[in-house]
Every structure is written in structure tokens, then in C-alpha cells.
């Protein structure tokens, strides 16, 4: 790690085993709130993480998923007992890392719709045509080119963004992450998310670094597919057995890649029942 920092954590629910979220880019733990909560009235310690430059964590000088899943294994050690983690997207890749480096600090783990793989820097992963090339470039100069000086309203931001975002979700997700300090006089907007140093390693997220040598997580493994999406393809299979080689996949329907956000109930019921196997 290039430093010792700690990550801003938030934890919901007062006793029971403990599950960890780990967000996708650009994201922050707050998104997993909802699902926090329900979780916690079923009797579980539910602890949100922001990962380095995002939400509240401190930014570092670098983008880089060891690195990120060493910082999450030092929050992982305080709470003093194996954890079930679930990541998303980029979160799910520092998931994997952290598993392949720090088994012991897990009981589980659950992979939401990202494959232990590089992803193409342009174009899709298919043969598809229509597959949408990966946004996020585009999401970050759309956010980068934002006047925030000129912003007024949370509306104007919205308006701002959505010739290079389309999806209302999308949107409404990235727009969590731009906080106004403030009232009156020298209030302004800003952006929770270190848009410069995540747009110059933006090729690095895309990777999956090599984890070391023969290792594999032998622990359970839940992976949650959207089944609209192509970011865990059948290609993607030998390799996700040889790490994980106990990986039970699952595709939810009428899903793409935010999977949590968009068949939200359907997500959640399938976290409970693989909690439910991995702490009876």
C-alpha cells in the first residue's frame, strides 16, 4: 500500500454475524442501504464500505486493487471474526483479490456481476453488435465537464448529464456521489469521487491482477449475474472454478450489470438464502 489510511465504514444492525459491501465504481456504501437494513432486521451486522476515493474515504494517489484489498482486509481485521463480503463490479474484483490474499478474514463470499478477468478497453465482449461498449470514460468526462460554479440545482445536474448517461438509474446513482458544502455565501458543489486519478487508471480497474501463485478461496462462493449482462460470460467459467472452485452462479432475470438496483427484491432474497446455508 502506498499508505495506511482507513476507509469510511458504516455499520447497520446491532448484533448477528457480519456481512460487508464493498460498491462498484463510482459508487459509495450507502448504495447498499436499503439492502443494510433489511438485512439487519433478519439479525444480521451489516458494514457499508467507501473505498479510496470514494464517498467519504480519503483519496490516494492511485487506483489499484491490491492495494484496495488490503485496505479492506485492515477493516475486516477489526471486527475481530470471518465476514461474508459481497462486491460489485469493481468492488467484487477487490473482493476476490482479498479472498485469493486474506481467506482467513472471510466466511463467504459473493461476487455481484464482474469476472476474475481483463475487460477490453474499447468495444464490448461479444460478438453482439448491440452490446453497449463499457461507459465509464464517457460517464467521467461527462462529470469532469460539469460547470459546477454555474450549478444551481440538483435538476441542473441531472439535465447536465444525461446526453452521456441516458439511464435515469445511472444517473440518479452518480449524481449520490456531488454534495453541496454549505448554505449561502461560498456554498458549492462537489464531487465525492477523485475523477482525475480514476480517469487516468481507469485501464487499471479494467484488469485483474494476478493473484499469487496456486492460490484459490475454498470458502462458499454465491456469483450473481445480471442475465441482460456480458460482463460474466460462460467464457468466463474455468477461470472463476480455478479460483472459486466452489461457485455457485446464479442469473437473475431482467438484469444488467447494477443487479442490486434493478431486481432489488429478487438480489436480496438470494443473498438471504445463501447466508442462511453458509452461517446454519
Same mark, same amino acid.
Given at each position: 500500500?502506498?499508505?495506511?489510511?482507513?476507509?469510511?465504514?458504516?455499520?447497520?444492525?446491532?448484533?448477528?454475524?457480519?456481512?460487508?459491501?464493498?460498491?462498484?465504481?463510482?459508487?459509495?456504501?450507502?448504495?447498499?442501504?436499503?439492502?443494510?437494513?433489511?438485512?439487519?432486521?433478519?439479525?444480521?451486522?451489516?458494514?457499508? &464500505?467507501?473505498?479510496?476515493?470514494?464517498?467519504?474515504?480519503?483519496?490516494?494517489?492511485?487506483?489499484?486493487?491490491?492495494?484496495?484489498?488490503?485496505?479492506?482486509?485492515?477493516?475486516?481485521?477489526? #471486527?475481530?471474526?470471518?465476514?461474508?463480503?459481497?462486491?460489485?463490479?469493481?468492488?467484487?474484483? !477487490?473482493?476476490?483479490?482479498?479472498?485469493?490474499?486474506?481467506?482467513?478474514?472471510?466466511?463467504?463470499?459473493?461476487?455481484?456481476?464482474?469476472?476474475? =478477468?481483463?475487460?477490453?478497453?474499447?468495444?464490448?465482449?461479444?460478438?453482439?453488435?448491440?452490446?453497449?461498449?463499457?461507459?465509464?470514460?464517457?460517464?467521467?468526462?461527462?462529470?469532469?465537464?460539469?460547470?459546477?460554479?454555474?450549478?444551481? =440545482?440538483?435538476?441542473?445536474?441531472?439535465?447536465?448529464?444525461?446526453?452521456?448517461?441516458?439511464?435515469?438509474?445511472?444517473?440518479?446513482?452518480? #449524481?449520490?456521489?456531488?454534495?453541496?458544502?454549505?448554505?449561502?455565501?461560498?456554498?458549492?458543489?462537489?464531487?465525492? &469521487?477523485?475523477?482525475? =486519478?480514476?480517469?487516468?487508471?481507469?485501464?487499471?480497474?479494467?484488469? *485483474?491482477?494476478?493473484?499469487?501463485?496456486?492460490?484459490?478461496?475454498?470458502?462458499?462462493? &454465491?456469483?450473481?449475474?445480471?442475465?441482460?449482462?456480458?460482463?460474466?460470460?460462460?467464457?468466463?467459467?474455468?477461470?472463476?472454478?480455478?479460483?472459486?472452485?466452489?461457485?455457485?452462479? !446464479?442469473?437473475?432475470?431482467?438484469?444488467?450489470?447494477?443487479?442490486?438496483?434493478?431486481?432489488?427484491?429478487?438480489?436480496?432474497?438470494?443473498?438471504?438464502? *445463501? &447466508?442462511?446455508?453458509?452461517?446454519?
Amino acid at each position: 500500500m502506498t499508505e495506511d489510511i482507513r476507509l469510511s465504514a458504516r455499520t447497520v444492525g446491532d448484533s448477528g454475524p457480519r456481512v460487508v459491501f464493498v460498491h462498484g465504481l463510482f459508487g459509495q456504501g450507502r448504495n447498499w442501504t436499503t439492502i443494510a437494513k433489511a438485512l439487519a432486521a433478519d439479525g444480521h451486522r451489516v458494514t457499508l &464500505l467507501d473505498l479510496p476515493n470514494h464517498g467519504h474515504s480519503p483519496w490516494t494517489d492511485r487506483v489499484d486493487y491490491v492495494d484496495m484489498a488490503e485496505y479492506v482486509a485492515a477493516e475486516l481485521a477489526q #471486527l475481530g471474526e470471518p465476514v461474508t463480503l459481497v462486491g460489485h463490479s469493481m468492488g467484487g474484483k !477487490v473482493a476476490m483479490q482479498l479472498a485469493l490474499r486474506r481467506p482467513e478474514l472471510l466466511r463467504a463470499l459473493v461476487v455481484v456481476d464482474i469476472a476474475p =478477468t481483463d475487460y477490453p478497453e474499447s468495444g464490448g465482449r461479444t460478438e453482439d453488435p448491440d452490446e453497449e461498449a463499457s461507459p465509464f470514460a464517457a460517464f467521467i468526462t461527462a462529470m469532469q465537464g460539469m460547470d459546477l460554479e454555474e450549478l444551481e =440545482t440538483r435538476e441542473d445536474a441531472d439535465q447536465a448529464l444525461r446526453a452521456a448517461v441516458p439511464s435515469t438509474m445511472v444517473r440518479s446513482f452518480l #449524481l449520490q456521489s456531488l454534495v453541496r458544502d454549505g448554505v449561502g455565501e461560498g456554498d458549492g458543489w462537489r464531487w465525492r &469521487l477523485n475523477l482525475e =486519478t480514476l480517469a487516468r487508471d481507469l485501464g487499471e480497474l479494467r484488469r *485483474f491482477p494476478d493473484p499469487p501463485p496456486g492460490a484459490s478461496y475454498e470458502g462458499p462462493v &454465491l456469483w450473481i449475474a445480471g442475465a441482460n449482462s456480458t460482463y460474466v460470460l460462460e467464457e468466463d467459467r474455468p477461470r472463476m472454478d480455478e479460483l472459486f472452485p466452489t461457485t455457485r452462479l !446464479v442469473r437473475v432475470k431482467n438484469a444488467g450489470h447494477w443487479v442490486h438496483s434493478e431486481q432489488p427484491e429478487v438480489f436480496l432474497e438470494t443473498v438471504r438464502r *445463501f &447466508l442462511a446455508q453458509v452461517e446454519g
